[in-house]
């Protein structure tokens, strides 16, 4: 598998690339997200994440308005808190680098077979916050 890192995801979206499909396996289960729009900033804005246009069968996990939702977040690590939350790193809380603002919906880096609350591979609206999905695809094509 190979991973790209985000200034190469940001130069594919400026080339055009600003359809995201993110797709979600737990077990046999297999679930999709598709957002019409999809764009991330520049270094200097911490890659923050933006996303729209919400269709598919796993609910949305980015870009709904509560403030657990990924949408408008600045992405964190374990080294480079972005989050809002001034109390802790969410990167480290979560166990994983992510874009988070007080929390998540969505959590795709987290620890893989982590069922702790929040800390594993998630996706809230499929299945909550105490299951760590099986597996996860991000994609983006053209609009």
């Known amino acids: 598998m190979t991973e790209l890192r985000l200034d190469n995801i940001r130069l594919l979206v400026t080339n055009g690339y ?9 077990g046999t289960e297999l679930v999709y997200a598709e957002y019409s729009s999809f764009y991330i900033a520049a270094e200097e804005d911490n890659y923050r994440i933006h996303v729209s ?6 609910g949305d996990g980015i870009s709904c308005t ?3 939702c990924n949408n408008d977040a600045q992405f964190s690590t374990f080294d480079n808190d972005n989050d809002l939350d001034s109390s802790r790193n ?3 809380a979560w166990r994983g680098a992510w ?26 609206p499929f299945k909550g916050w105490t299951v760590s999905l099986t597996q996860t695809k991000m994609m983006l094509r053209r609009a």
């Open 18 to 26: 600003t359809v995201l499909r993110v797709e979600l396996e737990y």
């Open 53 to 58: 246009g919400y269709s598919g069968t796993a």
């Open 66 to 68: 509560n403030m657990f």
């Open 90 to 92: 969410s990167a480290q």
């Open 99 to 124: 874009w988070y603002n007080l929390g998540h919906q969505s959590n795709l880096n987290g620890e893989y077979g982590n069922n702790n609350h929040g800390q594993g591979v998630s996706w809230y």
